[in-house]
């Protein structure tokens, strides 16, 4: 059984410890964060990692900020599986350039993905419906519940950034004018909900939200792209501020999700885990049908963990030596 410490704790326990002899792999520790996929891909990597390569690596509660503050000024967890970087670059970026960490793989090989989404059946009946602007063609296709005559695009929780962005895509299209309500969901179960019945009776919906997650690996969506390419710019000066009054058109960022990795760790690890940490990446595809599978079972990260060890053994042997791979195998 997986032992889950504080951040505090666990620096204080090891605070003497002596230094590990280069060739061992030793203790180290893995940051699990407070969502679905850091806590299945933490749980991974502490199988794999143990298993196959004889560390002992246990892991820590935390969350993306505190976590990734440790690990840059204390070295401590060693590593954080699953940190999306877009909430710290500046701090990250000089990290890496003082030499504190290094990064390790991409955690999601596809990033973190946000947008407008709209049901596959609803995307198979209709292929031209690729974009935004096409999309805004067809409001009679998304009829609002309440006033039929516009069509709907579904908002997320008040406060969130993908909420903020929904709201300043809706002006920069100029959706209102072209016949489109933007619905207030209200909260993250009001608009799970809304998704949910609207799937579940092969309805029409359009809706902000974002992978991976359970949902999203329960009904398939299918993500608009916003028929031009990201400004970088304009995303920081007005895609992303509520108080911006003339957004433009423009793509949604891509989350980065690196692997974070301490140098002092990575200076002794041996070769065969850092070359595991510097391979390991998977889809939001994988990851949502995964953690389908725990919600639908009301699985832990560890049970997701080993539920992926069976069943997907082509994605991660690739990722580990023939020989850790034939000892993860005796371990499940």
Known sequence: MRKILTLAAFGAALAGAPALAQEECGDLSLSNMNWQSAEVLAALDQFIL??????????????TVPSITSLIERGRPEVVPEAWINLLPDLTEQARAD????????????????????????????PEILTIPELL???????????????AIYNGQEG??????????????????MGWNLLDTGSAAGLDGAI???????????????????????????????GVPLDDAEWERCSSK??????????????????????DFAERAPQGVMDYLN?????????????????????TGEDGAREFLRT???????????????KIRAAL
């Not at 504190?100 to 090989?109: F, P």
């Not at 595809?285 to 599978?293: E, G, H, M, P, S």
Request: net charge negative; hydrophobic share 35%; aromatic share 12%.
């Open 137 to 151: 063609k067809h409001p009679d296709l998304f009829p609002d519940p309440e006033n039929p005559d516009k069509g």
């Open 99 to 126: 030499g504190k960490i290094v990064y390790g793989a991409n955690a999601l090989s596809d990033g973190g993905q946000q947008g407008w989404f709209i049901p596959k059946y609803i995307a198979d009946a209709h």
């Open 242 to 263: 509520a108080d911006c009054p003339d957004p433009k058109p423009n793509d949604w960022k891509s989350d980065v999700v690196y692997t974070l990795i301490a140098s």
């Open 50 to 63: 143990n298993n196959g390569y004889g560390c002992n690596a246990e892991i820590v509660a935390g969350d």
């Open 312 to 326: 997907q053994p082509e994605l991660w042997e690739a990722w580990v030596t023939p020989e850790a791979a034939e």
């Open 196 to 226: 949910a019945r609207a799937y579940e009776n092969q309805q029409p919906i359009v809706a902000f939200y974002w992978e991976p997650t359970a949902l999203l690996g329960k009904y398939e969506m299918a993500r608009l792209q916003h």
């Open 160 to 177: 969130w950034g993908g909420t903020i962005v929904t709201t300043q895509m809706f002006k920069a299209y100029g959706a209102a004018d």
């Open 279 to 299: 391979t390991r990446s998977w889809s939001n595809d994988t990851v949502n049908r995964l953690i389908a599978w725990m919600t639908d079972n009301q699985a």
